[in-house]
């Protein structure tokens, strides 16, 4: 489709300030909000620029390619999964060594899973959860030192297994399936919104973090923090405002952290800043970068790609440095 400009949703371009309107880079095809996850930003060697997903109800993962003057979407893989329920599907993509990994509920029995999708496109799986309820079971994925980086929420059998609340695991690609992951941080109630930064941190946003103890009115509160830090969990910052529903997080290319929020259908920006836990362990928020509700990436030359709901519907929206 020919690019578009965002109707009735204003933007304020990362880094510099200047105001600046994103654009509709594609339709997406579904029509139920929250369906695209998993966005990633992917660079050729010869320069092509494009931008995959996975869409959680129909198991697909799709590529687009941003600078092609009549966008369409290619579909890469089809999974078949379990997508009843209010999170269950399709949940997460992450590349490690050319090698690309998913995680998704199995139908029928709702076990939550991360595998390799093979060559032949059959799926190899490294490590199960277990099963699953119907919402706040996570599947978010990203990648550090040649481990995957995995998003667990509370609802899962892992969970009930170790009563330790949801967590963020390093799993090992290389492992059998029975292998013990690495756990990183614990408590979470659903921990969707994380990333791990180009310097080492994880940052995470848990969603609907539990009851207040200092306020019994409340039911819930949304916190980020740093998941690698030794109890920074008893430590995270309420988010500002209530309601967000934080729904993906990306590092910018100003080095300041970005979180989508699913409710808001905003991507905002966070400083970093130093804690009493140490150098760069807290965010402090900054501004409105432009409409974001399920996913973001960010290409090297600060391109930001976001998923967000337009009034047409859901869309790939870019905003160009």
Known sequence: MVAATVVGLAATACGGGDSSEPEVLFDLPNESPGATVGLAAIESTEGTRTIE????????????????????????????VGADGEQRGLLGQVMV????????TQPDTFELVVGEILPDGDQQIVWSAGETGGGAIGGVLDERDGRIVFGLGRNTAWDRDTAVGGAILLIDPTVSP??????????YTNPWAFTATTGGGIWVAD????????????????????ADVEDDRHEMAEITGRGRAPAAM?????????????????????????????????????EIVMPCNTGAAVF??????????????ESLVILRP
């Open 207 to 226: 969603n609907a973090a539990g009851p207040d103890p200092d306020d019994n009115t409340r039911e819930d509160v949304e916190r980020i923090g740093r």
């Open 97 to 104: 060594d050319d090698r690309r990994f998913v995680s998704w």
């Open 250 to 286: 990306v590092e910018l290319a100003d080095g300041r952290i970005g979180i989508c929020g699913f409710l808001d259908n905003e991507l905002r920006s966070y400083d970093v800043v130093d804690t009493e836990l140490g150098p760069a362990t807290g965010l402090e928020q900054a």
């Open 53 to 80: 997903w996975v869409d959680r109800l129909d198991g697909t993962v799709q590529r687009l390619d941003i600078d092609s003057p009549d966008p369409s979407a290619e579909t890469l893989h089809t999974l078949d």
């Open 178 to 187: 029975d292998q013990q992951p690495e756990v990183l941080s614990t408590g």
């Open 300 to 313: 090297d030359d600060g391109t930001i790609v976001t998923v967000a709901q337009t009034d047409d519907g």
